[in-house]
């Protein structure tokens, strides 16, 4: 059976990640409506998937209400507007691959997972990382219990100094009141990652965290709003915005620069087109913009059953990555996505125990996308649609809603001094 399916929101994700890979998957499905308000964005996807204008549509709502005849909607849009248009989706009748995060209050998440079960609604969440097989292989070894019970887990998300001065304080995500608190909506996946380890009910959650670099205490004086219009530090900021952009799109070929994070700049990123973008949001002063999410944060957890977890989320680090340490009664598991190599001791007697070592690049073809889990996550939800099997899809919201749960507690915690937060069973129902 051919699946059809509605795209809303054409941007990194909806239309580079998800709309590129059904495209080049024919076989699978194919895109018959797309939404997004923005015309040059329209124009690009309904070339690409030769597409009627009545298909395509100016908002997620408009779609909707047009009913397309589709199987499922991808839901790629900004955060806020997840509720309004996942909850018409689901009572339309449709399923869904929804983006994360579900949404940005703890009500609507809790209330779109309703409304996907009251309706018998496929709802997956862009929870990648758990189709990536290095988390995957991960899961595998402690599921075969061979570092036995898990005692402690640390994870770090490395969010890469350009990576967050990018998103989360000139971009979509810089602003508390407009998306979300930086906990849920970039380490959801974390937060997922490590209840989806540790396998167990969380009994409480506690998390400190500040805003230490991003605001104006640190800007030079005579500091210009934009970088271009005469920083006295423009050579030796490494957040100046024309080496982030200009430097790296110049830097790679030019089949690679059309994308993410360029493509957020311009919708057809040229060296002019970027020069100009520079006059934007994006080339403004990292320590002069309206931000206020955390740079830095500490959550820590308590399971039930006496274990514990840490999660470290830093905008310090060279390079975009995680790293995880997961220590068992009879051994301790070390991984990171940067070099995709997992490394496991097993307690064996000895002073210094010998590691197997798991080359996830020697082990697995394509890992682009979040470490190959964006194609695995896509490939899972499309062949999912043709099939009556539910379990086939493994980041289903009934499975994932915890994580968002567990992130509105943290930043409850935060926001008080990190007082200890309690996770009743009905906070997840
Ligand atoms: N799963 C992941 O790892 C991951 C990674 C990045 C972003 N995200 C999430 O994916 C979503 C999209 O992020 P992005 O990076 O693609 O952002 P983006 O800004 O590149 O794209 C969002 C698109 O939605 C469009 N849009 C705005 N309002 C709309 C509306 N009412 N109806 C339809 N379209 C609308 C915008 O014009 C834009 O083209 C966000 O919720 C984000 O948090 C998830």
Redesign the pocket.
């Known amino acids: 059976m051919m699946i059809n399916i509605a795209i809303?929101?054409?941007?990194?994700?909806?239309?580079?990640v998800y709309g590129d890979y059904i495209k080049q998957h024919p076989e699978l499905a194919r895109v018959v409506a797309i939404?997004?308000?923005?015309p040059e964005?329209r124009v690009k996807y309904q070339t690409l998937f030769d597409l009627d204008d009545s298909c395509v549509f100016d908002?997620?709502?408009s779609?909707l209400q047009a009913k397309p005849e589709v199987q499922a909607v991808i839901i790629?849009?900004?955060?806020q507007?997840?509720h309004v248009?996942a909850l018409k989706a689901i009572e339309s009748g449709y399923d869904l691959l929804l983006?994360?995060?579900i949404a940005t209050t703890l009500e609507a998440c809790l209330e779109i997972r309703d409304a996907a079960v009251r309706n018998h609604r496929r709802v997956v969440l862009?929870?990648?990382l758990r189709y990536a097989p290095l988390y995957r292989k991960i899961k595998d070894i402690l599921d075969e219990k061979i570092i036995g019970d898990i005692v402690l887990m640390h994870q770090i998300e490395h969010i890469g100094y350009w990576h967050f001065a990018h998103s989360f304080v000139r971009g979509?995500?810089r602003n508390s009141q407009t998306?979300a608190p930086i906990v849920l909506?970039k380490t959801s996946?974390d937060l997922d990652i490590i209840l989806w380890y540790m396998g167990v009910d969380v009994d409480s959650v506690s998390s400190f965290g500040g805003l230490y670099h991003f605001h104006p205490k640190h800007a030079p004086s005579n500091a210009p709003s934009h970088c271009i219009k005469g920083c006295p530090i423009k050579n030796t900021c490494p957040y100046d915005a024309e080496k982030i952009y200009m430097n790296n799109f110049k830097a790679y070929p030019l089949e690679h620069n059309k994308v993410?994070p360029f493509?957020?700049l311009d919708v057809n990123p040229t060296e002019s087109s970027l020069n100009k973008a520079l006059l934007g949001p994006y080339g403004r002063c990292v320590y002069l913009c309206d931000n206020d999410v955390m740079d830095h944060q500490l959550v820590n957890i308590a399971f039930k059953n006496g274990s514990h977890a840490h999660l470290t989320l830093s905008a310090f680090s060279g390079s975009t990555h995680r790293q995880i340490k997961i220590m068992g009664t009879k051994g301790e598991i070390n991984a990171d996505d940067l070099t995709q190599v997992i490394t496991v001791k097993t307690y064996d007697g000895r002073f210094d125990v010998t590691p197997v070592i798991y080359d996830i690049r020697k082990m697995s073809e394509s890992l682009k996308g979040?470490g190959g889990g964006d194609e695995r996550m896509m490939y899972d939800f499309l062949t999912g649609l043709s099939s009556s099997e539910k379990t086939s899809i493994s980041s289903s919201i009934e499975h994932t809603v915890t994580s968002h749960v567990l992130a509105f507690k943290a930043e409850e915690s935060r926001c008080h001094q990190g007082t200890r937060i309690t996770m009743n069973e009905e906070d997840t129902r």
């Open positions: 809303i929101g054409l941007g990194a994700r909806g239309g580079e939404a997004d308000p923005n964005k908002s997620g709502a779609l790629a849009s900004p955060d507007s997840h248009d983006e994360k995060p862009c929870h990648v979509n995500w998306s909506a996946h993410w493509t957020v979040h």
